[in-house]
């Protein structure tokens, strides 16, 4: 049997809860005998500035290297939005996307056929919907130096946050971009803001580079982020791959997350350059919500997210596309029985806890599994 270490990351709020519902899939391909992971968990975000005073430790930092694939909760919230903002929860996040050279977030909305009535879109407009949001995850204002807030001395204080991407951290990310194109509708909108920014110039010149030299196949069109954003919500069905900077690529996946019917189901997968011998990438998989504090340690949080990025996991880390499927269609099943979490409910549904959601998930995979 295959074997795969895995390090779990909870982190804050939700975070622990939606990653019960993991575990509980872990165990399920454990007894089937599918595929073994091994398993560590670490502490990050506000849950590791508690006990070491840092929002990630060096040690967590070295399993994450040596792991074949980080799955991540979510980190954050009121309780620690007074520490210094270097150790703040979301830099613990950062660190792992920088320093395992994570460039490439994909983040597919798909619209599940029981949910187009959640979406506060018309059933039409989502019904059916299976995008992705290629987002650049490790460039851009995120980490631009200098980031500053400079006192002025005259009562005024000025803050700057730099925005900066080099020909290569295009480049790669476009190639991501067209190669998921081809394997789906064949067509890539590069999203930027040309017409006030310089990055933007140079995003869709280099996008439209790669395009010509290796992608010619590919239908490539080119959109201001502003009128995407708002294709998104007019009609976002014209889309199929929508790769964007850092920044904007935040922003239009949360929008396209409303889309599918709540935050709550909108998984991701964070990935590095494949290496030239060992043809393995590092990977980080969460879900794109975060912590929610509002919901925290009720038992009502919609684990699908997270599941789904575990299944992304599968996917793109264990060749394990046929079970990938199966826990795709496992939780369009549970959907279709009616079973809802709080976020997702609608009329005549089956309200259910987070427990209770994993388990139905669990269940119908099981019986999916099953010759
Ligand atoms: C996301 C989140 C993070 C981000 C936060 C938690 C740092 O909003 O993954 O979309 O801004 O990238
Ligand atoms: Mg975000």
Redesign the pocket.
């Known amino acids: 049997m295959a074997s795969h270490k895995l390090l779990l990351l909870p982190g804050d709020g939700i975070g622990p809860e939606v990653m019960t519902e993991v575990k509980r899939l872990l165990a399920f391909f454990g007894k089937a005998g599918i595929v073994d992971f091994t398993i560590e968990e670490g502490l990050v975000g506000g849950a590791c500035y508690d006990t070491h005073q840092v929002a990630i430790t060096e040690a967590t930092m070295a399993k994450a290297q040596a792991a074949d694939a980080v799955i991540f909760g979510?980190?954050?919230g009121p309780k620690w939005d007074n520490v210094p903002y270097d150790v703040r929860?979301?830099a613990g996040?950062?660190r792992l996307?920088k320093d395992l050279g994570l460039f490439a977030?994909i983040r597919p909305a798909i619209c599940y056929p029981a949910l187009a009535d959640s979406s506060s879109l018309k059933r039409d407009v989502v019904e059916g919907l299976d995008i992705i949001i290629l987002?650049e995850?490790t460039g851009g204002i995120?980490f631009g130096e200098p980031k500053t807030i400079t006192d002025l001395g005259n009562g005024q204080k000025r803050a700057i946050d730099t925005q900066v991407y080099d020909t290569y951290e295009i480049e790669r990310i476009a190639r991501v971009g067209f190669e998921l194109a081809r394997k789906r509708r064949n067509k890539v909108t590069s999203m930027e803001k040309r017409n006030v920014m310089k990055t933007g110039v140079l995003w869709r010149e280099v996008v439209g580079d790669v395009h010509a030299r290796e992608y010619r196949d590919v239908q490539l069109e080119h959109v201001l982020a502003d009128a995407g954003g708002m294709q998104l919500v007019r009609w976002p069905k014209q889309f199929d791959v929508i790769v964007t900077d850092?920044l904007f690529?935040?922003m239009l996946?949360?929008i396209a997350a409303m889309l599918t019917g709540s935050l709550g189901m909108l998984p991701?997968a964070s990935l590095g350059e494949v290496d030239a011998k060992t043809k393995r990438r590092k990977a980080l998989y969460?879900p794109?919500h975060?912590s929610a504090p509002d919901i925290a340690g009720r038992g009502i949080a919609n684990p699908i997210a997270m599941l789904a990025s575990f299944g992304m996991a599968l996917r793109y880390s264990f060749s394990m596309s046929r079970e990938a499927d199966l826990l795709d269609a496992a939780i369009g099943s549970a959907l279709a029985k009616g079973l809802r979490t709080a976020d997702i409910k609608s009329e005549g549904a089956i309200l259910v806890s987070t427990g209770e959601m994993g388990e139905a998930i669990v269940g119908e995979l099981e019986r999916l599994a099953s010759p």
Do not use: Q
């Open positions: 979510a980190v954050g929860p979301e996040l950062l996307r977030n987002r995850l995120y850092n690529g935040d996946s949360d991701s969460e794109v975060g």
